[in-house]
Structure formats: structure tokens, C-alpha cells
């Protein structure tokens, strides 16, 4: 029988049944993306030899009641800032033991991909992921106890240089320190903000150059505020992702850039990129993650819309018309 060595007694319980029964969210998502059958003595072994740690007893004794998952309560206080608020983290779910589920600890986006790939520090256990999609998680902190001890939880901010934030003692006291989105509910706040940015913030100097040559769009930067309000008001906030509107901005940025600049190559791009929007002058997101951009661009130049000359890269001419008629529509 799996037996832990941080001083639990036998049968020991964490957690009431009154907490856990109201613990989890029952999506299909939740099911479908973390949940595994229950993990066996065997099983939790073999985990740990992999990932080179001793799991918490209390870690064990909650993926033992649901083997991963996404719970009600998915916020934590901190006491200083990160790149998700100034008072607090967000997590997604929580990964449980074994490698079936995407979001299981050694699964195709757990623990390991996480360190290897994503360059997480090797310092633990990535637990929970985050919101972010990979631009922030939580881990287990094996540092002062070692990989047989009982690990501090903490926040891994991969936008602020893998800035790490202390969060709890041991899993136990982060679980029962998780509370729910309501608490931090500033949704409508969010929304007028960067409405109100979107709408009279003022345009960076590099935007506002590139903007003074179109002759192919009347009010252009009326047209692009259009474009950016349509994404604040789907979101509720200011910035660019993965979907298709965000692929639409990056379009009209890269078109406006290159129109002014057609010997722009890859890296400068990139380099200039986060002085047009992401950093801009009131017209701003505030910040950005490189690798939204440099995933579109991948794309674009694998749908052949980009091509290269001389080590140049440019909008063919024909999609170069398909961005001017979209940004035309406002």
C-alpha cells in the first residue's frame, strides 16, 4: 500500500467529504482534457520515478478522489504582481497522475513538456497550467526540501523572464486557499477600459508614420480602431491571440510595416513588432507573447500569403489586396 513520509497518520483525510463534494467542475472539457481513472500505488511509483520527485501526500489523496481536473475555485491571492493581476493567479485545471490526458503530468503537455520545451525552470513538478496557454503555470518547489520532501507551491511567470512567485507552504494549503472567479470579477471594469483605449488612446509614433502613407484606405486609423473596438468587445479586453480576428491585426500591421518599409526581413520585423501596438503610446496592449506573432507569421509563410525575396519578407500581391479590402470594411 502507498505510504507517504511527511509525518500524515494511515487514512488521514485532507479534505472533508463536505470540500470535496463541492470541488470540481463538471464539464465535459474537464473530463475530456485532465480526467483519468484513478491512479494505482503502481501507477503513482512509476510517475514519480519519471518525473523524479516524490509526490505530496495530499496531492495523492486528491487526484485519488478524481484523477485531475478543473476546479470551481481557480484563483489564488498573491502578494505582489504577476503578468495575470496585481493581487492574484488564475489556474486552468489541476494535472493528474499518469501520461493519457494532454493535461495529465506526464502527458503530451505535462510536467516534462512543459521543462524541456517550454524552458520551465527544473526545479519541480508543473502541477496546474494556466489560462495563458503555456505562458504561465504552477509548480511544485522542490528547492529547500529536496525530491523527497514536501515541495512549497509556487507561480512561474514564463512573460517575466520565468519570474518565480511564492504561493503556498504545500499543495494542501493552495488547494484550500483557491477561491472563486467572483472575487476577482473586474470583467466590466476591463471592457470600458480598453474600450476607451481602443477608441481615443493615441497611436504609437511608429504606427502613426505607417498609417500617413495608405492611400488605398480612406480614415484608416478610424478603420483600424474599428477593428481593434470589435476584439475588445468579444474578449473584454485589448489583446491579440490565435484567433481570427487577432490574425486580422497582425495582417494590418505587417501590410501597413512592410508598405513603408519593403526591405524588412524576419528579425527585423519581430524586433520592430511590439513598438506598433503591443507597446504603443495609449493605443496599447500593454505587453504581448512573441510567440502569437511568430506563429502567424509560420502560417502566413506556409499558406505561401508570405514569401520571401532576397531575404525579404512580403504580403504576395494578392493578399496584399485581400488585407486592404478587410481593412477597408472596417
Same mark, same amino acid.
Not at 68 to 92: R, V, Y
Given at each position: ?6 509525518? &500524515?497518520?494511515?487514512? /488521514? ?5 463536505? *470540500? $470535496? =463534494? @463541492? ?28 518525473l ?11 487526484m ?77 518547489d ?8 514536501e515541495?512549497?507551491v509556487? &507561480?512561474?511567470?514564463? /512573460? ?5 512567485t *511564492? $504561493? =503556498? @507552504? ?115 496592449q ?11 507569421l ?17 504580403f ?15
Amino acid at each position: 500500500m502507498y505510504k507517504d513520509n511527511e509525518g &500524515h497518520k494511515a487514512g /488521514e483525510q485532507l479534505f472533508s467529504n463536505l *470540500f $470535496l =463534494a @463541492d470541488f470540481w467542475d463538471d464539464s465535459d472539457y474537464a473530463i475530456e482534457d485532465y480526467q483519468s481513472e484513478s491512479p494505482t500505488d503502481n501507477l503513482i511509483h512509476q510517475i514519480e520515478k519519471e518525473l523524479g520527485y516524490k509526490l505530496p501526500f495530499s496531492y495523492i489523496q486528491l487526484m485519488k478522489h478524481r484523477n485531475g481536473g478543473m476546479p470551481k475555485n481557480t484563483n489564488f491571492l498573491t502578494k505582489e504582481s504577476t503578468s495575470w493581476a496585481e493581487d492574484h493567479i488564475a489556474i486552468s485545471g489541476i494535472m493528474g497522475i499518469g501520461r493519457e490526458k494532454s493535461y495529465s503530468l506526464c502527458g503530451g503537455l505535462g510536467s516534462p513538456f512543459m521543462i524541456e520545451e517550454w524552458g520551465y525552470p527544473d526545479i519541480g513538478v508543473v502541477i496546474c497550467d494556466c489560462p495563458s496557454a503555456g505562458h504561465d503555470v504552477v509548480m511544485l518547489d522542490y528547492r529547500a526540501c529536496g525530491k523527497d520532501g514536501e515541495p512549497a507551491v509556487i &507561480h512561474v511567470d514564463q /512573460e517575466d523572464d520565468y519570474k518565480i512567485t *511564492f $504561493l =503556498a @507552504d504545500n499543495f494542501e494549503a493552495f488547494i484550500k486557499g483557491l477561491v472563486n472567479d467572483e472575487q476577482y470579477d473586474t470583467s466590466e471594469e476591463d471592457k470600458e477600459e480598453a474600450l476607451e483605449i481602443v477608441a481615443n488612446g493615441k497611436f504609437s509614433s511608429l504606427l502613426d508614420e505607417v498609417c500617413s502613407g495608405v492611400t488605398e484606405v480612406e480614415q484608416v486609423e478610424q478603420k483600424i480602431r474599428s477593428k481593434c473596438t470589435r476584439i475588445a468587445e468579444e474578449k473584454g479586453h485589448f489583446s491579440f491571440h490565435a484567433d481570427e480576428l487577432s490574425y486580422v491585426m497582425y495582417d494590418v500591421q505587417f501590410w501597413l510595416y512592410t508598405k513603408s518599409n519593403p526591405d524588412t526581413n524576419r528579425d527585423h520585423y519581430l524586433a520592430i513588432y511590439p513598438n506598433l501596438i503591443a507597446f504603443g503610446d495609449e493605443f496599447s496592449q500593454g505587453g504581448y507573447a512573441p510567440s502569437f506573432v511568430t506563429d502567424w507569421l509560420d502560417q502566413r509563410i506556409k499558406e505561401g500569403r508570405i514569401v520571401t525575396d532576397h531575404g525579404m519578407i512580403r504580403f504576395t500581391d494578392s493578399y496584399a489586396l485581400e488585407v486592404v479590402k478587410t481593412l477597408q470594411e472596417g
